[in-house]
């Protein structure tokens, strides 16, 4: 499996970012793939994510009203992450992440940095 993640980089607090994250390699059509975050000094924490049987998802309270994660229906296995209202809280590596039937596979993680 890969998972190939963008859209990180530099913003200031308020504004707003789109990640994405393509995955690749694999063929099974069970699964979740989202986001994690991890800032210095801190644990990896989930942000988001989305099942691919029924499009369920999952936000951490402290991104709900805030971000919104999609599947785009055209680019088949791609996701993205809307981050509105971004704030200097938010600042961290964020990483793609897809887990089947338990095992998680990761992406390389991508800077998302919010000035205050």
């Known amino acids: 499996v890969q998972l190939q993640a963008s859209g990180g980089g530099l913003v200031q607090a308020g504004g707003s970012l789109r990640l994405s994250c393509a995955a690749s390699?694999?063929?099974?059509?069970?699964?979740?793939i989202g986001w994690f975050r991890q800032a210095p000094g801190k644990e990896r924490e989930g942000v988001s994510c989305?099942?691919?049987?029924?499009?369920?998802?999952?936000y951490a309270d402290s991104v709900k009203g805030r971000f919104t994660i999609s599947s785009d229906n055209a680019k088949k296995n791609t996701v993205y992450l809307q981050m509105n209202s971004l704030k200097p809280e938010d600042t961290a590596v964020y990483y793609c992440?897809?887990?089947?039937?338990?095992?998680?596979?990761w992406g390389k993680g991508t800077q998302v940095t919010v000035s205050s």
């Open positions: 989305i099942s691919s049987s029924d499009g369920s998802t999952y």
């Open positions: 992440n897809q887990r089947h039937w338990g095992t998680d596979y």
């Open positions: 390699g694999f063929t099974f059509d069970d699964y979740a």
